[in-house]
């Protein structure tokens, strides 16, 4: 089964890119420069019937309270924060310190052929 999105959100997009992410209030913290995860988010949301777009998730997130759907004063998320939003979305965060294992790759696959959007963070460079 391949994961077909209904929509693909950009937080290049002119309707939302100069957006505030979170709880900063320093414009470079916009949607333009910092939003991937939040357009991410709006994307599986959408992928789940959620009539959602990475302006609504943002503010849902924000609604939730600091430290609960973005940490205090700031536009990071707080892991498992979509699924206080949405009880039918559930999350599951794996950190790896080096590469993949033959295993996680199996576990991403079994996710995707089941028809489960998988997201990933990709670190080009670990040491910093």
Do not use: H
Request: include cysteine; charge should be neutral; glycine fraction near 10%.
């Amino acid at each position: 089964m391949r994961v077909q999105f209904p929509i693909s959100y950009s937080q290049l997009d002119t309707r939302w890119a100069k957006n505030l992410l979170g709880f900063n209030t320093n414009a470079e913290f916009n949607f333009y420069n910092f939003a991937c995860l939040i357009c991410t988010l709006a994307n599986i949301s959408r992928y789940y019937g959620k009539d959602e777009n990475p302006v609504t998730i943002n503010d849902k997130l924000k609604a939730l309270g600091a430290g609960k759907g973005f940490s205090a004063g700031g536009g990071n998320y707080v892991w498992g924060a979509i699924t206080k939003l949405f009880s039918d979305i559930k999350e599951k965060k794996t950190e790896t310190p080096g590469e993949l294992t033959d295993a996680q790759i199996g576990e991403i696959k079994t996710a995707l052929d089941s028809g489960f959007p998988v997201m990933f963070q990709i670190d080009v460079n670990p040491k910093t």
